[in-house]
């Protein structure tokens, strides 16, 4: 496995992408960390989900998945 240099934190990568953040919370859902998908922790329970370069690709492949099937998607409540 390359080494994990940096990653990009969702709210970052919805506004790269122009997607609504909270849809891709759901998108991501299924991710796990061997899919590029880390959790990050801050202070004060301050906590978020981050992407590898890897789990940026494997994102904009569920993105697309999901825009072509939105049925699929499985929405939080």
Known sequence: MPTISHV???????????????WLWD????????DGCLWV???DQDQT????P????YLNDLI???KANPDT?????
């Open 49 to 52: 989900i981050a992407f590898t």
């Open 8 to 22: 990009y934190t969702i709210t970052n990568v919805a506004q790269q992408l122009g997607e609504d953040i909270d």
């Open 54 to 57: 890897f789990g940026l690709e």
């Open 27 to 34: 998108v991501c859902a299924e991710m796990e960390p061997e």
């Open 64 to 66: 697309k998945h999901y």
């Open 73 to 77: 998607l499985r929405r939080s409540a």
């Open 41 to 43: 922790y801050g202070p």
